[in-house]
């Protein structure tokens, strides 16, 4: 199993320029999640998929957009990338239950210019 | 409000001395509390959990952590430090919504390093 999947592992923007972050789990977790790591900060919740076909905002949605494709798959997408975005992007999945444990991928080193 | 404080921003340990990484936690109801570790460049991963039973949490690596109920306290402890536990450790806390899904809420990091 690989776990939890993340690409691009880096990426450069200018401000104004859109993408899209891609993240796929192979556990058949229902939950997803993206994360923003900045130094200080610690990890703070944009956007999750509790199951399939639901997203909700986290603490930080602003700016983001996201997709819960299928079960395996969540997007995230910056459609007018800012300077403020640049961060470290971190998908996570977990099974619904007792267990709670995220599982995370390896990140996405984003940079705005 | 759910919150987690780890009012350490560096911890710094001489190889096989006794380490402590400290967390406070607030919450309400039953916590469930967790720690997590990032190695340079790595993604978190999941160190150890209390959800609730004895008090002495032991997990990966060595690591344990003590659930303190009358301080709000969950500090992760390791006997004898490694060079190679040098890394950053997270601290967090449950919040259940409806329907069984959870989210976490992470506190700040703490870094720590381990002297030879």
């Known amino acids: 199993n690989a776990g939890v999947t993340q690409t691009p592992k880096f990426q450069v923007l200018k401000t104004g320029q859109s993408m899209t972050l891609q993240c796929a789990q192979d556990m058949n977790h229902n939950s997803m999640y993206w994360y923003r790591q900045d130094p200080g900060m610690g990890l703070r919740l944009i956007y999750y998929s509790a199951s399939e076909g639901t997203t909700d905002k986290g603490e930080v949605p602003n700016g983001y957009n996201v997709s819960r494709l299928n079960k395996r798959e969540f997007s995230l997408r910056l459609e007018s990338a800012a300077p403020s975005q640049t961060s470290v992007y971190f998908c996570?999945?977990?099974?619904?239950?007792?267990?709670?444990?995220?599982?995370f991928g390896p990140g996405t080193r984003l940079t705005v210019t | 409000a759910q919150s987690v404080a780890q009012p350490e921003d560096q911890v710094n340990v001489a190889e096989g001395n006794p380490l402590t990484v400290k967390c406070t936690y607030s919450v309400s109801g039953n916590p469930y509390l967790f720690w997590y570790v990032q190695y340079p460049n790595r993604g978190l991963q999941f160190l150890l959990k209390?959800?609730?039973?004895?008090?002495l949490v032991k997990g990966s690596y060595g690591f344990e952590a003590e659930f303190n109920k009358s301080q709000t306290s969950f500090h992760l402890k390791k006997p004898s430090a490694l060079v190679s536990d040098s890394a950053l450790y997270f601290c967090?806390?449950?919040?259940?919504?409806?329907?069984?899904?959870?989210?976490?809420?992470f506190g700040a990091g703490t870094r720590l390093a381990v002297h030879p």
């Open positions: 967090a806390v449950r919040f259940l919504f409806s329907g069984g899904y959870n989210k976490l809420i």
């Open positions: 209390y959800i609730t039973g004895d008090n």
């Open positions: 996570a999945s977990s099974e619904r239950g007792n267990s709670y444990e995220q599982y």
